[in-house]
């Protein structure tokens, strides 16, 4: 295919390979992100067999698309232990590309664990930076938050926390657009001791590490659909399980309602002349237009779109890669991690809390 990469810098990396459904939903999804984002290029790893009769439907993608052909690819099935050694499936060399400078940001929708493995391999993590975390954007009453870690690292002492909440901060910022984000730690209780360890010990060095942050304190799990944080931080195993909770609930609410409009003719004739507030909440907390959670903290952008979204759902993810490339956020992360130094606070911070 012929090499269009070289005419311009904002490249993204693309597993076609990786979902429930590629290569159509990834040929699809990026479709409707080159027509959103005109300035960018796509370098697409996968079977050419299965990747090109799809590409080859959209004249206007396939011109902006680089098709480089892999033999393998990574399973769902497949454990992290095993992909990381094979350095030809479509999500290693789509990884690869970004580590060689190729592309500026890898997209997948392919198995988590091998995504975050590989990444992580391959990317490295940035100087300073201990743990690279897993973050999302949600929705809540009046806007959108960002939460992390969603999996990446089940147990997490206060520097990584500490690190979590400089990066979600400078995501907000990036993605968000908000100027200052209200940053607090998932906890049990509002108050200042309540919560182990490792999550007090964090708080403190939040408020004395200099990181210009908006630090807000504590926030229980019922507190945050109400807004009144921009960026949740957690360890992986409770952000992950809170961020499920969440959905699962979005789910029920959803469900509920249908059951209810279903089971009352009242409903049903109050149906008409609610249908617009119906559709609004249904848009609101449609899971496509959330999709793409990133690895923070590595030296590159990698994004995680959900196995089984449809194409909807993967434009999404891309487009938040090609937002945050523009941004530059990476190397923000990077030059505000420099200014801090987490590990000479720590000793500090324990002694401190006690």
């Given at each position: 295919m012929e090499q269009v990469l070289s005419t311009n810098n904002l490249v993204i990396s693309?597993?076609?390979?990786?979902?429930?459904?590629?290569?159509?939903?990834?040929?699809?999804?990026?479709?409707?992100?080159?027509?959103?984002?005109?300035?960018?290029?796509?370098?697409?790893?996968?079977?050419?067999?299965?990747?090109?009769?799809?590409?080859n439907?959209?004249?206007?993608?396939?011109?902006?698309?680089?098709?480089?052909?892999?033999?393998?690819?990574?399973?769902?099935?497949?454990?992290?232990?095993?992909?990381?050694?094979?350095?030809?499936?479509?999500?290693?060399?789509?990884?690869?590309?970004v580590r060689k400078g190729e592309a500026q940001a890898i997209v997948s929708a392919g198995n988590t664990g091998a995504l975050m493995a590989i990444s992580k391999l391959v990317l490295k993590t940035i100087t300073?930076?201990?743990?690279?975390?897993?973050?999302?954007?949600?929705?809540?009453?009046?806007?959108?938050y960002v939460m992390l870690d969603l999996g990446a690292n089940t147990e997490c002492n206060a520097i990584n926390l500490a690190e979590f909440?400089?990066?979600?901060?400078?995501?907000?910022?990036?993605?968000?657009?908000?100027?200052?984000?209200?940053?607090?730690?998932?906890?049990?209780?509002?108050?200042?001791?309540?919560?182990?360890?490792?999550?007090?010990?964090?708080?403190?060095?939040?408020?004395?590490?200099?990181?210009?942050?908006?630090?807000?304190?504590?926030?229980?799990?019922?507190?945050?659909?109400?807004?009144?944080?921009?960026?949740?931080?957690a360890d992986g195993f409770t952000g992950?399980?809170?961020?499920?909770?969440?959905?699962?609930?979005?789910?029920?609410?959803?469900?509920?309602?249908?059951?209810?409009?279903?089971?009352?003719i009242l409903a049903k004739l109050g149906l008409p002349f609610m249908i617009g507030v119906i559709f609004q909440i249904?848009?609101?907390?449609?899971?496509?237009?959330?999709?793409g959670a990133m690895f923070v903290g590595l030296n590159g952008l990698s994004v995680k779109s959900h196995g089984g979204t449809d194409a909807l759902g993967f434009s999404v993810a891309v487009g938040n890669a090609i937002h945050l490339v523009r941004q530059n956020f990476v190397a923000t992360i990077r030059e505000e991690v420099e200014k801090i130094d987490l590990d000479e606070l720590s000793q500090e911070a324990i002694y401190e809390v006690y």
């Open positions: 693309v597993d076609a390979m990786g979902g429930d459904n590629s290569p159509r939903v990834v040929i699809e999804g990026l479709a409707l992100a080159a027509k959103k984002n005109p300035d960018a290029r796509f370098l697409l790893f996968g079977d050419e067999a299965k990747v090109s009769p799809i590409l439907q959209f004249a206007d993608l396939k011109k902006v698309c680089e098709l480089r052909h892999t033999s393998e690819m990574v399973h769902n099935e497949d454990k992290p232990s095993l992909v990381i050694r094979n350095r030809n499936t479509s999500m290693y060399m789509a990884i690869d590309a300073k930076i201990h743990r690279p975390a897993i973050v999302s954007i949600m929705p809540h009453r009046t806007g959108k909440a400089l990066m979600g901060d400078i995501l907000a910022k990036h993605a968000l657009g908000i100027n200052r984000p209200r940053v607090a730690l998932l906890n049990i209780g509002a108050e200042e001791m309540k919560g182990k360890e490792e999550i007090r010990q964090a708080a403190h060095m939040i408020k004395n590490a200099k990181m210009n942050i908006d630090f807000r304190g504590y926030i229980e799990p019922h507190e945050i659909p109400n807004g009144v944080a921009d960026v949740i931080v992950n399980i809170a961020l499920k909770s969440i959905e699962g609930t979005a789910r029920l609410v959803v469900r509920m309602l249908k059951d209810a409009v279903r089971g009352s249904k848009k609101l907390m449609d899971p496509r237009l959330y999709n």
